[in-house]
């Protein structure tokens, strides 16, 4: 079932809503480094999912966990919970956030410029 836009945005901020509120509230018996170490577990099993199904030589006899996609999610949450252990908002992730995207961006448009790739539209 495909979701509108407007659904994907209220979903999204239900997360990150969520995920300010467990982070807040599990700060009162962790610290930071706890997460700083979730988030580094996490990263290494999204790294080993990723040459699981990217089929890395070495790998070839192991199969799928939770997968990248699961994976994602995980280093996500932790990265937000490390993001608002540092007193980050949900403002200031979407404020500062959105200009850092815009950067990225232009740093994409610059590189291709520079090579000169043309994006075909999709069909």
């Known amino acids: 079932m495909a979701v509108g836009q407007t659904e994907q945005r209220e979903l999204a901020l239900a997360f990150l809503l969520r995920s300010q509120e467990i982070s807040l509230d599990d700060l ?32 070839l006899h192991k199969k799928v966990d939770e997968g990248t996609k699961n994976e994602g999610v995980d280093l996500v949450i932790c990265a937000l919970a490390l993001y608002f252990a540092r007193g980050g908002t949900i403002e200031h ?16 448009d610059k590189d291709r410029a520079e090579r000169k790739v043309v994006i075909l539209p999709s069909m």
């Open 28 to 59: 009162k018996e962790k610290n930071v480094w706890h997460y700083l170490a979730a988030m580094n577990e996490e990263l290494g099993e999204f790294c080993n999912e990723l040459t699981i199904e990217e089929v890395v030589p070495g790998h």
């Open 93 to 108: 992730l979407a404020e500062y956030g959105l200009k850092k995207l815009g950067k990225w961006k232009d740093c994409i």
